[in-house]
């Protein structure tokens, strides 16, 4: 389901990194060189469900969903999971094909993301992976995963955010993507708060929550 043109004009500047209240410049593109893995070696770890991101693409709000993608650098071979807000993956695609940023462009980017059913994105333009660059390390979701997992969906979808709390280790910006990612893997529904930029979870009165993300099928 594509997005209406209000909304899609309420959120125009919102497809480019540092220009959505919440997005920070952060650390660069060193995280993806630093721990990315070869383009034929590895599958992702997760897929993320079509209902789930096909509702976060199709979400074109101030408080964007999260998707869980794989991005490919078509220029170092090299590519690695992890999630961004939707409106951020549209910008990549809209930098990457030379989409026009008015109503039909941002259309047309919608209309590409929905059509990747791999959610594997293959960026040649620098400012394309630039606005997908990733700020943590692999080894932060492994971390996350372990801190959350004494507390239940049930408990998350009730408000309980642990990771919004300074006394956490897992409160800065750079860990914001890697708790979406354990949210997605866990079947819930993250979405960035347009105020504070924080990771919330949608309950059932807000977003549809989805079965969880498909894990990794080993031999």
């Given at each position: 389901?594509?997005?209406?043109?209000?909304?899609?004009?309420?959120?125009?500047?919102?497809?480019?990194?540092?220009?959505?209240?919440?997005?920070?410049?952060?650390?660069?593109?060193?995280?993806?060189?630093?721990?990315?893995?070869?383009?034929?070696?590895?599958?992702?770890?997760?897929?993320?469900?079509?209902?789930?991101?096909?509702?976060?693409?199709?979400?074109?709000?101030?408080?964007?969903?999260?998707?869980?993608?794989?991005?490919?650098?078509?220029?170092?071979?090299?590519?690695?999971?992890?999630?961004?807000?939707?409106?951020?993956?549209?910008?990549?695609?809209?930098?990457?094909?030379?989409?026009?940023?008015?109503?039909?462009?941002?259309?047309?980017?919608?209309?590409?993301?929905?059509?990747?059913?791999?959610?594997?994105?293959?960026?040649?333009?620098?400012?394309?992976?630039?606005?997908?660059?990733?700020?943590?390390?692999?080894?932060?979701?492994?971390?996350?995963?372990?801190?959350?997992?004494?507390?239940?969906?049930?408990?998350?979808?009730?408000?309980?955010?642990?990771?919004?709390?300074?006394?956490?280790?897992?409160?800065?910006?750079?860990?914001?993507?890697?708790?979406?990612?354990?949210?997605?893997?866990?079947?819930?529904?993250?979405?960035?708060?347009?105020?504070?930029g924080q990771v919330v979870v949608a309950g059932s009165k807000d977003i549809p929550v989805y079965a969880p993300a498909k894990g990794p099928v080993h031999p």
């Amino acid at each position: 389901m594509l997005p209406s043109d209000n909304n899609i004009r309420h959120c125009l500047k919102t497809y480019v990194r540092g220009n959505f209240k919440g997005q920070t410049m952060g650390k660069m593109w060193k995280f993806l060189l630093l721990y990315a893995i070869t383009l034929p070696a590895v599958a992702a770890e997760y897929t993320q469900s079509a209902t789930s991101f096909e509702a976060a693409v199709s979400n074109i709000s101030t408080s964007p969903s999260y998707v869980m993608v794989t991005i490919a650098d078509a220029n170092t071979g090299l590519e690695r999971q992890t999630c961004t807000t939707a409106n951020l993956l549209a910008g990549a695609i809209h930098f990457e094909y030379g989409l026009a940023f008015d109503l039909a462009g941002l259309k047309r980017a919608t209309e590409l993301a929905l059509s990747n059913t791999s959610h594997r994105f293959i960026f040649t333009k620098q400012a394309a992976l630039d606005n997908m660059r990733i700020e943590f390390a692999p080894q932060d979701l492994d971390d996350i995963r372990t801190w959350l997992a004494p507390v239940s969906n049930q408990e998350l979808m009730s408000g309980a955010h642990p990771w919004t709390s300074r006394d956490t280790p897992y409160s800065g910006r750079r860990y914001r993507s890697a708790v979406a990612c354990v949210l997605i893997e866990r079947g819930l529904s993250p979405y960035m708060a347009d105020l504070s930029g924080q990771v919330v979870v949608a309950g059932s009165k807000d977003i549809p929550v989805y079965a969880p993300a498909k894990g990794p099928v080993h031999p």
